[in-house]
């Protein structure tokens, strides 16, 4: 069965990095896009851009460029999230997504890891 | 961008009720368009793609209508568990987006 596990909470202070992981397994991960998707506390979903995990490249979607960085390990399927000078307006959980149409095409999202709360605070 | 408008924002309802939320786009978005279901500290997950295909596992009770800028999801029978939280997404051009999300609470 498809499953995608994330990693877990994070505690960081403004200015620091994170880096968020997100492991596929029962498919093959070169096959579909990966996604990212922001919730704000108390917040609606936020699409945050997709990686394309056949070629590796990426796009952020407004909002989320300079910053934001989507990377891939192919040999462990695994996707990563990685976030760098954090600010409190970060604080969120992060879900990755997997796409479920084919790959390059524009989709829903059919499988969603459990989530990794991120949080900024000095 | 394609923005996505969800009412009622929330809404008290029994078990057993039939239920219908409403999602409007700002333009035609043909049939794509998803609905999610989320509870308190979980992931969403996706019960209708297409506008009214249900996704593998869904219950039947769950129902998806509409094309162009207007769809509905339907329950036709509340069940305990459906209480949550439900968001629309449109996947017809970027950047795919979500409605703002429909809360339904135990009246």
């Known amino acids: 069965q498809v499953q995608l596990v994330q990693s877990g909470s994070e505690l960081k202070k403004p200015g620091a990095s994170v880096k968020v992981s997100c492991k596929a397994s029962?498919?093959?991960?070169?096959?579909?896009?990966m996604n990212w998707v922001r919730q704000a506390p108390g917040q609606g979903l936020e699409w945050m851009g997709w990686?394309?995990?056949?070629?590796?490249?990426?796009t952020y979607a407004q909002g989320f460029t300079g910053r934001f960085v989507f990377s891939l390990d192919t040999s462990v399927s695994t996707a990563y999230l990685q976030i760098s000078s954090l600010k409190a307006e970060d604080t969120a959980v992060y879900y990755c997504a997997r796409g479920g149409r084919r790959l390059g095409e524009l989709t829903y999202f059919d499988y969603w890891g459990q989530g990794t709360l991120v949080t900024v605070s000095s | 961008a394609i923005r996505m408008t969800q009412s009622p924002s929330s809404f008290s309802a029994s078990t057993g009720d039939r239920v219908t939320i409403t999602c409007r786009a700002s333009q035609g978005i043909s049939s794509y368009l998803a609905w999610y279901q989320q509870k308190p500290g979980k992931a969403p997950k996706l019960l209708i793609y297409?506008?009214?295909t249900l996704q593998s596992g869904v219950p039947s009770r769950f129902s998806g209508s509409g094309s162009g800028t207007d769809f509905t999801l339907t329950i036709s029978c509340l069940q305990s568990e459906d209480f949550a939280t439900y968001y629309c997404q449109q996947y017809y051009s970027y950047p795919p987006a979500f409605g703002g999300g429909t809360k339904v609470e135990i009246k």
């Open positions: 297409a506008a009214s």
């Open positions: 990686i394309n995990t056949n070629t590796g490249n990426p």
């Open positions: 029962g498919y093959t991960f070169t096959s579909y896009a």
